[in-house]
């Protein structure tokens, strides 16, 4: 196979650069002689050195050769600065400049082979230390002091430039080497190679010098030292380069603490002061060494200082990560934690997920500032009731829950049932007395094996019964599981059935009650009432499911489905001369919803039917939920031509005081005055009363749940204008209300 283009430039490059690189070292010979030319051979291997590390990256370790590689550049340019100078001076007249030039590269390329070993250890530990810069300056000071002292008392002369340039290549390889064996056993590098050889390589510049620093003590600096000088450094930077190339050891990846970096500066500070004892000893003692020895002392008390400090932030954070920051109360990390290291245990744990009734309320009446406050009074006072006997912690919004270490589920449900009590006292929050209630549910691990987030799960779901219940307190047994199960899996098949296109899941149907005016018997209208097919469980009622739409946020998409099948219904029957007004439910979240009136207006043109034939059904607690967004929709309502009807009037809060104000047709008396009109002389009142107010606003009244004559009988004498219940038809399917219609021989209203 022929090269490539870019194969053959490259090799150009490199024979272009090694033509150059020859001539360079004929040049120098020629000015400078041998040695000036030993030293750039070094430099031009050190830089082929860095060139290779350069072209080298290995996944997360790439920062390791990366930063050898600057360290090969600052030994080629530190041997290359040594070439130049005795080229210039072959003579060697400039004797002091010898030497800086390589130390200077020195301890720039232990810096860089050290920023190496530190991340090599990082990518193979969990241990990342931020002071490691700080470890390795004051190591190098100590190291430079204990030298010079050495020195000072073995030669009892005072240290020269030239002894200073030694002391310090030596002192920042002993850090190297030091760093190279510590990375080893910290970072389980003792079977790669490549560690052992930078670890070799450290120790044997090191040795070498060492043997220079014997040498000079006894003759001056030259010859055979800066031929050792030469060669050590040359070959640590080829030992990088090899070890780049070299392929990846085995290695066990493990938690290192911070201990050895603390310790080595606790020694750091130790050997500073011992080395001040001793240099005071001297008779005539080295100013440097105390600096030296001061500096180093000072940079591992910084160090300590800063290792303290990271320490106390780390703690408040992780106390932070643990704490809900608007009630100072734990949060649920903290709850997971704890709940989990006592269902580990053999005694197990009980839990209490605690739900506030009525908050929502709050919120939208008075703002989130009145309701974070309750939230914080709340929190206060559940702590209070629960006086230590376990942990309380806020999940979110409104939810609260208390692990307890004793899972015994009676004294749970005691300990339950005072929390209920304590948070239905009043609170005087921002001038307004609130009100609220809790709902709580109780899971133990005696009840069964309810770990890996089972007991939360189950502590959940008894509480959504307590709420639905009213109970206030509610314990998960294996029928609240199956319930709460049964639940979860029809609030998903719901979903899956409003959102998607599969029939799985079954479909939902439109069934029709008929409205009858109550002193004719004509059939005036017909409200249209939802069922769920489902293929498993048969025709589901309204209760079975709408709950569940509510509570996940499906109630409007259902809402549309009712809404197209009831106009399209009303149009079908209008087409075949039964021209009836057909009503339709809005739900709350229908209500709030900012298309509403688009969708109404949408469902009308689909089935081709008048604004007139539409009427929408909204219940009292509905309409109290935001009065003066009811106002303004209902409003928006009517205008479009469409009817509003009051829906389970009587039932929620009143809304006598919004009655003149909302642009209804009609109210609807709910149910539960209906059963007990005939039998309660108080309820017989309040009908009464009821439908002489409609008729004074204008107003016709509709009274559902007549299931008997004697009902029907005085709600006529008492003036009300429509009934629906039982005692007239069942709620049927469209073809079964046509029929009954003709078998009952009833008579239609006009149009």
């Known amino acids: 196979m022929l090269p490539g283009p870019r194969s053959a430039q490259t090799r150009r490059g490199r024979v272009l650069a090694a ?31 860095a060139h290779l590390l350069r072209n080298r990256s290995r996944d997360d370790e790439s920062p390791v050769w990366l930063w050898s590689s600057r360290g090969a550049w600052s030994v080629a340019a530190g041997l290359a600065a040594e070439a130049v100078l005795r080229a210039a001076d072959p003579a060697g007249t400039a004797t002091g400049l010898r030497g800086w030039g390589v130390t200077v590269a020195a301890v720039a390329a232990c810096a860089c082979l050290y920023q190496g070993m530190v991340r090599w250890n990082r990518s193979g530990t969990e241990l990342s230390d931020p002071g490691d810069w700080l470890n390795g300056i004051s190591a190098f000071l100590a190291a430079l002091a204990l ?37 080893t056993a910290i970072a389980d590098l003792r079977t790669d190679p490549r560690a052992l050889v930078l670890t ?27 031929l050792i000088v030469l060669g050590v450094w040359t070959l640590l930077a080829l030992a990088a380069a090899l070890a780049g190339r070299m392929p990846r050891g085995e290695r066990t990846a493990a938690y290192a603490s911070s201990r050895a970096t603390t310790a080595g500066s606790v020694v750091v500070i130790a050997a500073s ?43 408040a954070s992780r106390i932070e990560a643990r704490t809900d920051s ?45 309701g974070d406050a309750l939230i914080q009074d709340m929190a206060e006072r559940l702590a209070g009731t629960l006086n230590g006997r376990g942990l309380l912690a806020r999940l979110g919004g409104d939810e609260f829950a208390v692990v307890l270490s004793d899972p015994d589920p009676d004294r749970a449900v005691t300990i339950a049932r005072e929390l209920c009590e304590a948070a239905a006292v009043p609170s005087e929050t921002g001038g307004r007395v609130l009100r609220v209630s809790a709902s709580i549910g109780v899971a133990s691990t005696m009840l069964g094996e309810q770990r890996d987030g089972e007991l939360l799960r189950g502590a959940d779901a008894a509480m959504y019964i307590a709420k639905r219940s009213g109970s206030g307190v509610c314990v998960y047994d294996r029928a609240t599981d199956a319930q709460a199960r049964t639940r979860h899996e029809l609030a998903e098949e719901l979903r899956a059935m409003l959102t998607g296109s599969t029939a799985e899941h079954g479909h939902l149907t439109v069934h029709f009650q008929p409205q009858l005016d109550a002193a004719t018997g004509r059939v005036l209208a017909a409200e249209a009432l939802v069922r769920w097919d489902h293929p498993r469980r048969g025709l589901l009622g309204p209760y079975a499911f709408l709950d569940l739409a509510e509570e996940h946020g499906l109630m409007t998409p259902l809402t549309w489905h009712v809404l197209d099948q009831a106009t399209g219904q009303a149009a079908l029957w209008r087409a075949a001369g039964l021209d009836l007004p057909v009503a339709v439910n809005l739900s709350t979240s229908c209500l709030e919803y900012p298309g509403l009136l688009q969708a109404l207006e949408g469902a009308l043109d689909r089935a081709g039917l008048p604004p007139s034939r539409l009427v929408v059904e909204i219940t009292e607690t509905t309409l109290m939920h935001d009065p003066r967004l009811a106002v303004e929709v209902t409003r928006q309502i009517a205008g479009l031509g469409i009817a509003v009807s009051i829906d389970d009037y009587g039932t929620g ?99």
Request: hydrophobic fraction near 50%; charged fraction near 20%; include cysteine.
């Open 19 to 49: 033509a150059v690189s020859l001539l360079l070292l004929v040049l120098v010979a020629l000015a400078g002689g041998l040695p000036a030319a030993a030293w750039l051979s070094g430099a031009l291997v050190a830089a082929t050195s």
């Open 147 to 183: 030298a010079a002292l050495t020195l000072a008392w073995t030669s009892g002369t005072g240290l020269t430039g030239q002894d200073f340039s030694h002391l310090i290549r030596l002192s920042a390889v002993t850090v190297l080497a030091g760093s190279c064996l510590t990375v």
């Open 200 to 226: 070799a390589a450290a120790l044997l510049t090191g040795g070498g010098e060492a043997v220079v620093l014997a040498l000079t003590a006894e003759a001056p600096a030259g010859g055979p030292a800066d």
């Open 273 to 315: 002061i011992g080395i001040l004892a001793a240099n005071s000893a001297l008779r005539d003692g080295s100013v440097p060494v105390s600096v030296l020895a001061a500096a180093a002392g000072l940079s591992a008390c910084v160090r300590v200082l800063r290792l303290v400090h990271d320490l106390s932030q780390l703690a």
């Open 326 to 370: 608007l009630t100072g109360v734990p949060n649920r990390r903290a709850l997971i934690e704890r709940l989990d290291a006592l269902s580990e245990t053999e005694d197990g744990a009980a839990l209490l997920v605690i739900d506030l009734d009525r908050f929502k309320d709050v919120n939208d009446r008075y703002g989130h500032a009145v």
């Open 653 to 751: 809060y009143s809304s006598l005081a919004y009655l003149n104000d909302l642009p209804a047709e009609e109210l609807k008396l709910d149910r539960s005055f209906t059963g007990k009109l005939t039998s309660d002389p108080r309820t017989r009142a309040i009908v009464s009363g009821t439908i002489e107010l409609a008729h004074h606003l204008g107003l016709r009244l509709v009274a559902e749940g007549v299931e008997d004559e004697a009902t029907l009988d005085l709600l006529r004498r008492l003036g009300c204008d429509r009934t629906q219940g039982f005692l007239h038809a069942r709620p049927m399917p469209a073809p079964d209300f046509a029929e009954w219609m003709r078998s009952a021989r009833t008579v239609v209203a006009d149009a």
